[in-house]
């Protein structure tokens, strides 16, 4: 009944979404920052799978008001879920008054999301999701530490 659900396109979208999901988790593992490599690869490879499942289901797959339906609700799951697993590495510190770790949590996120894309073989979308993402998380994290000492030095002098 369910013969077909992953052939050699599935296989393609599969594994470019925990590539993709990899290659977060190592600009983030470089750094020293809690989920990793595996952890963004197993992220977006969980939603694509899902996402693969729900648009290749029979009865689903064919009726296209119901895969609308049905994929519009798997892709709100899957996101609002990805939410709480993001939320699990936010940190609040209450001596320094500081929230750490929601880059971390937004990686997660945008993980997720990348796996989606793959499924669905947006694949212009997810090179240029990619691309996007590690020049946030990698080369604007020195422009970012930059404005932070830009703050706080005028904050010390008044």
């Known amino acids: 009944m369910f ?8 296989i393609v979208r599969l ?10 988790g190592a600009s983030r593992g470089f750094l020293g920052k809690p989920a990793g490599m595996r952890t963004m690869g197993l992220v977006s490879l969980g939603a694509a799978l899902i996402t693969i499942v729900t648009i290749r289901m029979p009865g689903i797959a064919d009726n296209p008001d119901a895969l609308s339906r049905v994929l519009q609700g798997v892709i709100q799951g899957v996101m609002a879920g990805i939410g709480f697993l993001g939320a699990g590495v936010v940190i609040r510190d209450s001596k320094e008054m500081e929230v750490r770790g929601l880059t971390t949590a937004a990686a997660v996120w945008i993980t997720a999301a990348l796996g989606v894309a793959c499924a669905l073989g947006f694949w212009t979308t997810v090179l240029a999701g990619l691309g996007i993402t590690l020049m946030l998380l990698v080369v604007a994290r020195p422009l970012d530490r930059w404005i932070e000492r830009r703050a706080a030095s005028r904050n010390d002098y008044g």
Do not use: K
């Open 15 to 24: 594994s470019a979404a925990a590539v993709a999901g990899m290659i977060i």
């Open 3 to 10: 013969d077909g659900l992953i052939d050699g396109d599935g």
